[in-house]
């Protein structure tokens, strides 16, 4: 059974930084691509595709991510831990959201709330 569990996102001031984390289990992780998917709060009931993708890291470590967030956020992993991040800087509030990690299988984390506001 193939579970993700995320930890990290709250609430920070414009500026500010945060780390996400997703850790999985029940999956080779090392071999898939890991992603990372935010939704607006007032949207979370909407459908899983309407998500934005906004960064996507590879089994090689390739980086991939939407223009809304380049310079600003960045996607890692550690095969070890079977853990993917994301290290989002220079929030503003219109990262305001719902954050979700995903497989390339199509399995979803419990979503965590980042909220950015002064």
């Known amino acids: 059974q193939v579970q993700l569990v995320q930890s990290g996102g709250g609430s920070v001031q414009p500026g500010g930084s945060l780390r996400l984390s997703c850790a999985a289990s029940?999956?080779?992780?090392?071999?898939?691509?890991m992603h990372w998917y935010r939704q607006a709060p007032e949207n979370s009931q909407a459908p899983e595709y309407t998500?934005?993708?906004?960064?996507?890291?590879?089994?090689?470590?390739?980086?991939t991510y939407a223009d809304s967030v380049k310079g600003r956020f960045t996607i890692s992993r550690d095969n070890a831990k079977n853990t993917v991040y994301l290290q989002i800087n220079s929030l503003k509030p219109e990262d305001t959201a719902l954050y979700y990690c995903?497989?390339?299988?199509?399995?979803w984390g419990q979503g965590t709330l980042v909220t950015v506001s002064s």
């Open positions: 998500r934005e993708l906004v960064a996507t890291i590879r089994n090689n470590g390739i980086t």
């Open positions: 029940g999956i080779r992780f090392s071999i898939y691509a």
């Open positions: 995903k497989t390339d299988l199509g399995h």
